[in-house]
């Protein structure tokens, strides 16, 4: 019990010093398989994590069909191919700040897929754009959404919930205004939705619907996700660790 004392006061000291630390989510540590240019869940693991199972990026494919929703993350660098077949690319033909990797979103229609932490955490924001799908779709229309024009709109907005899942806050963020399409990155200010967030979800609007809902492609590019993890959480981590190597 003594040496367990020690390191757990070792522990809160390097949890104090490392208080106030941001995280990053890039998607750059994340592989691909062979030749692929992205990573959809077809393997049926449900999401992935980064920064050390901190964050986790829920993903939900259907192996019948050859769908997903929720979270990919992809390199696709095509920002001229319209249509579903160039789905993962983001319009800017990169990531934030020209890195390589980053994360797509495809809005679920029946599971509220999203972000969830693995400890309570101050989320500063994220990089978001549009998608080369919906982008294009936006500003030429297709054969499912129309042109848009000074009177239409899409919207994403982000929802923070704390660990018993009540809404702390949402944020609005326009991916179109009238026919001001975004078309490069943009900082999303998260800060509002305060210091104990567990968990993120994402809601894509449109001006253009029909008798099934939203015409507008329901995707956006996400990069560079930043949080603070609470520092209790992470002790009461380290501390759990340690009793089980213990054991």
Same mark, same amino acid.
């Given at each position: 019990m003594k040496k367990i004392l020690i390191l757990t006061m070792c522990l809160l000291a390097n949890v104090a010093l490392a208080s106030g630390v941001s995280y990053v989510s890039d998607f750059e540590s994340l592989a691909f398989d062979g030749s692929s240019e992205y990573y959809n869940g077809s393997d049926l693991s449900g999401g992935f994590?980064?920064?050390d199972g901190l964050v986790y990026f829920t993903n939900n494919y259907n192996s019948t069909y050859g769908s997903w929703d929720g979270f990919a993350y992809s390199k696709v660098s095509d920002t001229a191919t319209a249509g579903w077949s160039n789905q993962y690319a983001a319009y800017p033909g990169s990531g934030a700040n020209g890195s390589s990797n980053y994360g797509v979103?495809?809005?679920p229609?029946?599971?509220s897929n999203g972000i969830t =932490?693995?400890?309570d955490a101050a989320v500063a924001g994220f990089d978001v754009a549009n998608t080369t799908y919906a982008a294009l779709s936006m500003l030429n229309g297709d054969s499912f959404a129309k042109k848009f024009t000074q009177d239409d709109w899409f919207t994403l907005t982000i929802t923070g919930y704390d660990a018993s899942g009540a809404i702390a806050n949402s944020v609005v963020v326009y991916l179109a205004d009238g026919t001001n399409?975004?078309?490069?990155w943009k900082w999303v200010d998260l800060t509002s939705l305060g210091a104990n967030?567990?968990?993120l979800s994402?809601?894509?609007?449109s001006s253009d619907v029909g008798a099934y809902g939203m015409n507008t492609p329901a995707y956006f590019a996400m990069d560079n996700l930043t949080f603070v993890p609470e520092p209790i959480s992470l002790v009461l981590?380290? =501390?759990g660790a340690m009793l089980v190597r213990r054991k």
């Open positions: 994590a980064q920064n979103f495809h809005e229609w029946s599971s =932490f693995n400890v399409i975004l078309s490069d967030v567990r968990s994402f809601d894509l609007n981590i380290g =501390f």
